[in-house]
């Protein structure tokens, strides 16, 4: 019996390791959702972009020219 559950183990270790030396791996799904971006830091403030992309928003923590937060929701997408 003992026998038997080490080459199980065994066979186990060997399909995990060649699984691993393959590149095989788990990538999560990307989450979309909403996000509003506040401040009450005066020093925080300006355009906000995303990923490089200009949202339409602006923040600004003195609120001079800008709310504190952003004036809407902006879709977001994390992976």
């Known amino acids: ?24 791996s788990v990538i999560p799904a990307p989450r ?12 925080i403030y300006g355009d906000v972009y995303i990923d490089g992309e200009y949202t339409g928003y602006c923040i ?10 952003t004036t809407g929701w902006i879709t977001v997408t994390l992976d």
């Open 60 to 69: 600004d923590g003195a609120e001079w020219e800008c709310p504190s937060c």
């Open 32 to 43: 979309y959702g909403n996000i509003k971006i506040c401040t009450d830091d005066s020093d």
């Open 1 to 24: 019996m003992k026998l038997a559950r080490k080459y199980v183990l065994l066979g186990l270790a060997v399909v995990l390791l060649a699984a691993l030396l393959s590149g095989c």
